[in-house]
């Protein structure tokens, strides 16, 4: 085979790339990007692109600095631009107590998005071939990541707003070490391939080659021409999903969405599973880390419909059940919206409750106002009062007498009776005098205590605005 020529017949026809394109190389010292910098240092003149190297040293293994100092020599020698860091995985691994492969993964993406927004690249590459492929859609099965899993590695996908190509996932390993043979690059071998305590090793090192040699010794080219089918299947049922995924969305912001739950639920199940990992994903900007269970989960809530219900899914979001909807929203967010300390609310200003309500007060003399209140503003007796105000949010066991009725109500009774969901109800600020009475429900009701009547003089207007 030329790989210079397949390297460029597989860029063509995929157009991964477009003229003037500045491309991140991402190169470890090993054979594939290797292999995968000397063939775009050939074409780069024919696709008329510009190219650059980047390179984490994670100082995991001794031979960390000897590699990064490889690579550097290799884009000196050839003109390029090189970008490197350190980062001290192992510091890293031992304090959040998470995987050696989730931390270099997280830590090498990190700098390439940095490096990549701050000097305007236009792609990233990635030296990912077809050996890695079967490596992933195994792991993937495995881990019960569904189709989606199942379709592999894609040529060209966003990934948190970066361009990623990988032209290289055609072409085997074997292909690929010949190559570095005839062309004398002499790569870098990375020690920890051969350890079988990560789980992509285990793979590459024991399942793999059992298959090779008692089932088919080309396991690795079937395994990625059915996820290059599978990729096609998904794409066709993907667009099906986004349309009805569009039909039975209520609302969309950037921390919570919400589907109506009527619509939603005359779909088929495998439209669902799709709407499902479609919201995440407008939430999170990717499905790293959800899973099929995770899928399964929301299914139950759906089988359940209690209001309030809810389960957790991975990077903080939260999926609950309201009424006739289906929320989701993003945890840490959502509750920075709480006020734990009460706030004074000052007279004559916009006092900022959260990032969601302003809340302003004034004094007016009765004869001057229209009492015709909306549920936006309050209308309280000043000579009521016990100056000064304050906001904050709810708190267990809130009651008060609202408007117009003998007796105390609770305010998650009036949430319920409102259905108001429950992610909403620490946002609402709830306004209280000195003594820790509850003045006005915000938008909803004042207290009976505080009416105006007609002996009342001056009137304490109390309005709500959204924070825009």
């Known amino acids: 085979m030329n790989l210079v020529r397949e390297f460029k ?6 157009n991964l790339l477009s003229t003037g394109d500045k491309v991140l190389l991402a190169v470890s010292g090993g054979a594939d990007s290797l292999s995968m910098l000397d063939l775009f240092f050939r074409l780069k003149d ?23 100092a490889f690579v550097e020599q290799k884009a000196e020698e050839l003109g390029i631009d090189f970008y490197t860091k350190k980062v001290n ?14 931390a ?27 050996d890695d492929q079967a490596e992933t859609v195994l792991l993937n099965l495995f881990r019960g990541s569904g189709l989606r ?4 590695i894609e040529k060209s996908l966003k990934l948190k707003g970066i361009k990623v190509i990988h032209p290289l996932l055609d072409f085997s390993k074997k292909e690929i070490l010949k190559y570095c043979q005839d062309n004398n690059l002499k ?68 921390d919570k969405l919400v589907l109506e739950l009527k619509t939603l639920n005359n779909y088929d199940q495998v439209l669902k599973r799709r709407i499902f990992r479609i919201a995440y994903q407008q939430l999170k900007a990717d499905l790293e880390d959800l899973y099929l269970e995770h899928i399964l989960e929301i299914e139950k809530l759906l089988n359940d419909l209690t209001t309030g219900r809810g389960i957790d899914l991975p990077a903080s979001i939260r999926v609950e059940i309201s009424y006739e909807h289906l929320i ?27 990032s969601i309500y302003v809340l302003e007060a004034f004094i007016k003399a009765r004869d001057n106002i229209d009492l015709n209140a909306n ?56 306004i209280v005098d000195s003594r820790g009475n509850i003045v006005w429900m915000s938008g909803f009701r004042i207290a009976d205590d505080y009416k105006v009547t007609a002996e009342t003089e001056n009137v304490l207007v109390l309005k709500l605005k959204n924070n825009n």
């Open 187 to 254: 790569p870098r071998y990375d020690s920890s391939n051969k350890e079988n305590i990560y789980s992509r090793n285990i793979i590459r090192n024991k399942i793999l080659p059992i298959i090779e040699a008692e089932i088919n010794p080309a396991v690795k080219d079937v395994i990625a021409r059915n996820a290059k089918l599978i990729a096609d299947e998904e794409q066709f049922l993907n667009k099906i999903a986004e349309k009805k995924y569009n039909n039975c969305l209520i609302s969309s912001e950037s």
């Open 9 to 14: 017949k597989n860029i063509e026809e995929n």
């Open 149 to 152: 899993g199942l379709s592999g």
């Open 104 to 130: 270099a993964r997280r830590e090498r993406f990190d700098f390439f998005r940095e490096i990549y927004f701050k000097y305007n690249f236009d792609l990233l590459a990635l030296a990912h071939h077809q």
């Open 375 to 430: 549920s936006s503003q309050a209308f309280i007796d000043i000579e009521k009062v016990e100056l000064p105000l304050y906001m904050r949010s709810r708190k267990k066991g809130d009651s008060f007498i609202p408007l117009g009725m003998q007796g105390k109500k609770k305010l998650k009774d009036i949430f319920i009776d409102q259905k108001v969901p429950k992610f909403k109800r620490d946002q609402i600020p709830i």
């Open 46 to 68: 024919y696709f008329a692109v510009d190219i650059a190297l980047i390179h984490l040293d994670h100082q995991f293994r001794k031979e960390s600095a000897q590699e990064a």
């Open 89 to 102: 995985l192992p510091e890293i691994i031992n304090q959040e107590n998470i995987s050696a492969e989730a």
């Open 328 to 354: 989701f929203f993003k945890k840490d967010v959502i509750e920075s919206e709480k006020i734990s300390q009460k706030k004074l609310l000052e007279l004559n200003k916009k006092n900022k409750f959260n």
